[in-house]
Nanobody, 122 residues
Framework: VQLQAFGGGLVQAGGSLRLTCSAS????????MAWFRQAPGEERRFVAA????????WYADSLKGRFTSSRDMTKPTVYLQMNSLKPEDTAVYYC????????????????WGQGTEVTVSS
């Protein structure tokens, strides 16, 4: 499975962005699809996940209410809607896919996209 993430960019604080992760080369029907982010000088951290088959979602506690993960059942694509963005949301955002036991654990995801950069200016 190949993943391509896009939709990042420069946005002012308080603004919104929607990231897209498109999958190809295999079925993701049994997978969990997740978003992680890595800020400069920091480790990569869990953001959100969605179970493709059921649409069940998980979020990092600090992001609940501002970020929403969704999927398009007509095509192998997941989205991350990010609202009320803050400068601390600045990071490279990665999408990932896999059959995981723990949705927040990076090493359990088998497939990764290339990342898309989000910069939030104050």
């Amino acid at each position: 499975v190949q993943l391509q993430a896009f939709g990042g960019g420069l946005v002012q604080a308080g603004g919104s962005l929607r990231l897209t992760c498109s999958a190809s080369g295999g079925s993701i029907s049994r997978y969990y699809m997740a978003w992680f982010r890595q800020a400069p000088g920091e480790e990569r951290r869990f953001v959100a996940a969605i179970r493709w088959s059921t649409g069940t979602t998980w979020y990092a506690d600090s992001l609940k209410g501002r970020f929403t993960s969704s999927r398009d059942m007509t095509k192998p694509t997941v989205y991350l809607q990010m609202n009320s963005l803050k400068p601390e949301d600045t990071a490279v955002y990665y999408c990932a896919a896999g059959s995981v036991g723990s949705v927040t654990t990076e090493r359990e995801y088998h497939y990764w996209g290339q990342g898309t950069e989000v910069t939030v200016s104050s």
